[in-house]
């Protein structure tokens, strides 16, 4: 069975720190993805990246950057987090032309 | 730029009851199609997809959605719903040869017993 992993479901961060979302698919996908969730707004693109080292911005990028490293892992880094930060992170991948597999989620609470 | 509406933000239904869930899409070409539902706290899992080929396209847990070239929809169908499908559904779009999916806003589906 295809598999997307966050490494955390939940996180409460103080503001200011450095956060570092990490996101590991076994599929050998070439495109990933981070998605902002928030209530009533649906799933915004933060970046994606369609191969090792390489990265576009999405919709939403301010405040946040990734790393693309090794195929199968896609990180999300906030370089200083901030209280209008706290959502849902989303981290998916896909082939060219498929369906996308989510990961379960990491609720992040900035305070 | 593709661009994809769910016009209903929160729907409620009867157990047992009929369901159509809306989406109407903005794409120039022949798009790629998604519904994905997302129970409370997880990801999203897909329910069904369409790329090409019979425009009723079957899904899992009963699911059904239509696509309509000439209305730019593919709403979703179930003829009976269960308690169980309490969640939120998204629809997406995609378009060939592009990394991405477009997503719409969500609707919320309550289920009354």
């Known amino acids: 069975d295809v598999k997307v992993t966050q490494s955390s479901r939940y996180l409460v961060k103080r503001t200011g720190e450095k956060v570092f979302l990490e996101c590991v698919q076994d599929?050998?996908?070439?495109?990933m993805f981070w998605y902002r969730q928030d209530p009533g707004l649906g799933l915004r693109l933060i970046y994606f990246?369609?191969?090792?080292?390489?990265?576009e911005k999405g919709d939403i990028p301010e405040g946040y950057s990734v790393s693309r490293e090794k195929k199968e892992r896609f990180s999300l880094i906030l370089e200083s987090a901030s209280t209008n930060q706290t959502s849902m992170y989303l981290c998916?991948?896909?082939?060219?032309?498929?369906?996308?597999?989510f990961g379960q989620g990491t609720r992040l609470t900035v305070v | 730029a593709q661009s994809v509406t769910q016009p209903d933000i929160h729907i409620t239904v009867s157990e047992g009851a009929s369901l159509e869930l809306r989406c109407n899409y903005s794409?120039?070409?022949?798009?790629?199609l998604f519904w994905y539902v997302q129970s409370p706290g997880q990801g999203l899992q897909l329910l069904l997809k369409?790329?090409?080929?019979?425009?009723l396209v079957q899904g899992i847990k009963g699911f059904e959605a239509e696509f309509k070239r000439s209305q730019s929809s593919f709403n979703l169908r179930k003829p009976s719903v269960h308690w169980s499908d309490a969640a939120e559904y998204f629809c997406?779009?995609?378009?060939?040869?592009?990394?991405?999916?477009?997503f719409g806003q969500g609707t919320r589906l309550t289920i009354n017993p």
């Open positions: 998916a991948s896909r082939l060219w032309g498929t369906e996308a597999f």
């Open positions: 599929m050998d996908h070439e495109n």
């Open positions: 990246s369609y191969d090792v080292k390489m990265k």
């Open positions: 794409y120039g070409a022949t798009p790629y």
């Open positions: 369409y790329f090409s080929g019979d425009t």
């Open positions: 997406a779009v995609g378009a060939q040869g592009a990394q991405k999916l477009v």
